[in-house]
């Protein structure tokens, strides 16, 4: 590998797994996969760093860049372990992050209970001050009853703060005022003026309180891993992923940590719409199967969709228009990604109905499913997995992890199969199914809710388990075509190097559409791209790398949603407007079933993203990713369920796939991944190495 100062890696760590790609200043691809260190998610990426130095005999000069998604926000935010967080808000405005909006993900079922905040009661106190809509003061801030409140909750143990003033998008002096006080007793304080300044005092509260619940935790782990490369001799730059699609510094996304909760997810779904350019797919379901959680996302036209706001620790975290209300709103845009608990590790159980569940608990890295031999005891999806036939029973990762299979057997026999009273097979197929029910939840969630047909995508599936079940899925919605990109299992690390540095900006500015002054327009997206410009200036990217999508959040007339619509890039006109609300009123009737044409249409916000773009841009190299490792060809027995039953199933590699269409069943196995290929459907190879399933009719 070249010793030029610009090999590039991708890390990217999940519940299960830890995954690394090298690209070289050649091309070359190297890649690496370790469980995951859940008491320290930094160390399994500093160990892999040190092997592939010590294996190239490279210096530690040599990398140029390492692009880093991390769940560790996400973890901290489901597992409630973030910080112990005080709130200061408006006189009067103390529960508005309890009180939430009034939506339900659930109609009929009387036992739901919404969320507890992050913030309970006693850490919500209230400072004198309020400012207009407008900006204008109507009673200044209290400096010394924020200081009395300060100092109470510090007594309460709290550990970050949050302040959210009453519209203080419009006028943030008082909040940053408080601030500047606050600094003096907390070591972490989020401001709603910089976190989201819009208007919508409970999104801006809920998302100001949640960057400063994770500040501490994304803060200590990324100094911890900064520190820990930099005793390595690495002191390339550390970029972290953004929910966003982009790439924000280590010192950014310590400062704006809301920002990077979807980090790991978005970087797979960058990585799928570059396959999906590659590869000829401009419609494409991606689908992300690990070992904690499974993803959905759709890519339309070659387009990734964006969402203002998604919420996250519920059954389905999602971006949904739909259905809202079950876990903590981020007002935050972000790639529309849906996530469901239902990976290779989610653990199966017996409600006390005596109905079989899947997840969303997980064994994760340690101790792992039964058959990793880690110490795990409880069936897994991966036990069922090796149980049906559809992994390889003595190993995975090319050998590297070692599995026992009779372990799998006895922990579903045990634990589902003789409790249920049904043969291990049954039980073993059950685990399977009803992990891919729940999977489905989350495809629905990003087609059919949003108005689209999955009929008209393909499936790109990829993670570690998502080829295993990729075909299943897609027969259960109909879906007839499935792509396998190179290297599904570290392909979420392949969208770190294909990603972007970005940043993103937002401006409240609510008014009628067709009634606002065009000019006004223009100046606040001037505003807002010089000030995006010299934020990329400061970080090396000149002007003509710098690369502005400008959108607006738009509404119709006194509606509590709204919907992001992408600007063209020329100056706004009235003609321009009037095209505007035409696509706002097509986009609505895609996303709801219906469009109210003689209603006003409101503009609530601009926002812009800008992109800074390298002088030497990466493009992933397809053709050197094909796993070219040999597998030995054998077959086994494999279980495709009760209409099919047992079937002698050939076992090979990628590379033994022909162009030509070969009928299933088939397993192609690979280092970081296993495709199943039922009966019904067959594979191929294209000459740039994706493999193309297709349901046969």
């Not at 809509?133 to 300060?150: C, F, N, S, T, Y």
């Not at 009453?166 to 600094?183: N, T």
Request: proline share 6%.
């Amino acid at each position: 590998m070249d010793l030029i100062k610009s090999v590039r890696i991708g890390a990217d760590i999940g519940g299960t797994f830890t995954d690394l790609v090298v690209l070289g200043a050649d091309n070359s691809v190297r890649t690496i996969k370790l469980p995951s260190t859940p008491e320290d998610f930094g160390r399994a990426i500093v160990t892999s760093v040190q092997r592939f130095l010590a294996e190239e005999e490279l210096p530690p000069a040599a990398i140029g860049e390492i692009d880093h998604g991390t769940t560790v926000a996400t973890n901290a935010i489901l597992e409630r372990k973030g910080a112990r967080v005080g709130l200061l808000t408006t006189k009067g405005f103390r529960d508005v992050l309890e009180i939430r909006r009034v939506r339900l993900p659930v109609l009929y079922d009387l036992t739901w209970q919404k969320p507890e905040p992050i913030v309970p009661r006693e850490r919500r106190l209230e400072v004198p001050e309020r400012v207009g809509p407008e900006g204008d003061v109507r009673v200044p801030v209290d400096l010394e009853a924020a200081r009395a409140a300060m100092e109470a909750l510090k007594a309460k143990g709290v550990e970050a703060l949050a302040v959210c003033f009453l519209h203080s998008y419009a006028r943030p002096q008082h909040e940053r005022a408080v601030g500047e006080l606050a600094a003096q007793y907390f070591p972490q304080v989020s401001l709603s003026c910089e976190v989201l300044p819009e208007l919508r005092e409970y999104e801006r509260t809920a998302s100001t309180v949640m960057d400063a619940y994770v500040k501490p935790v994304v803060s200590r782990y990324l100094h911890n891993l900064r520190a820990n490369l930099d005793d390595c001799g690495v002191k390339s730059p550390l970029l972290v992923m953004q929910s966003s699609g982009g790439l924000v510094s280590d010192g950014g996304a310590a400062g704006r940590p809301v920002r990077i909760i979807e980090s790991g997810p978005a970087a797979g779904v960058i990585a799928a719409a570059a396959a999906g350019r590659t590869a000829g797919f401009d419609n494409l379901i991606a689908f992300d199967m690990g070992g904690t959680t499974a993803k959905a996302s759709l890519i339309e036209r070659g387009e990734i969709h964006l969402s203002p706001e998604y919420e996250v620790g519920s059954d389905v975290s999602q971006a949904s228009r739909l259905i809202k209300g079950g876990g903590h709103l981020i007002r935050i845009p972000a790639i529309d990604i849906a996530e469901v608990g239902a990976g290779g590790g989610s653990i199966a159980w017996i409600d006390p109905g005596s109905v079989l569940r899947v997840g969303p608990e997980s064994a994760g890295a340690a101790p792992g499913p039964a058959c990793y031999r880690l110490g795990g005891e409880r069936p897994t999806v991966t036990d069922a997995n090796v149980v049906l036939g559809y992994l390889n029973p003595g190993y995975l990762c090319g050998g590297e992890l070692k599995l026992d299979a009779e372990r799998a057997r006895r922990a579903i026999n045990d634990h589902i199969a003789a409790p249920l009273g049904l043969s291990l097979l049954e039980a073993a197929e059950g685990i399977h199914r009803i992990a891919n029910a729940t999977m489905q939840r989350a495809i629905r969630s990003v087609s059919i809710e949003r108005g689209r047909d999955p009929r008209d995508f393909a499936l790109i599936a990829f993670g570690g388990s998502g080829p295993v079940h990729a075909a299943g899925l897609a027969g259960d919605l109909d879906i007839s075509r499935i792509v396998v990109p190179p290297h599904p299992g570290l392909f979420s690390a392949l969208g770190l190097l294909a990603a972007s540095v970005e940043q993103l900006y937002t401006r409240s500015a609510l008014t009628d559409l067709l009634r606002l002054d065009p000019a006004r327009g223009n100046t606040i997206l001037a505003e807002m791209t010089a000030r995006a410009e010299a934020d990329l200036a400061g970080e090396g990217f000149g002007k003509e790398r710098i690369d502005v999508a400008r959108f607006t959040d738009l509404r119709y007339r006194k509606q509590i949603s709204e919907l992001m619509l992408p600007l063209p890039g020329q100056p706004l006109d009235a003609a321009g407007l009037a095209r505007l609300v035409e696509a706002f009123h097509v986009e609505h009737e895609r996303t709801y079933g219906y469009a109210i044409r003689d209603e006003r249409v409101e503009l609530v916000a601009f926002k812009l993203r800008a992109r800074g773009h390298r002088a030497n841009p990466v493009e992933v190299p397809w053709r050197h990713l094909v796993d070219t490792r040999p597998v030995a060809r054998s077959d086994r027995s494999v279980y495709f369920g009760t209409a099919i039953g047992h079937a002698r199933t050939p076992v090979i590699g990628r590379a033994d796939l022909a162009e030509k269409p070969q009928a299933g069943p088939l397993i192609i196995e690979e280092y970081d991944s296993t495709v199943v290929v039922p009966p019904d459907w067959s594979a191929h190879r294209t000459p740039i190495g994706f493999m193309v399933l297709q349901l046969e009719q």
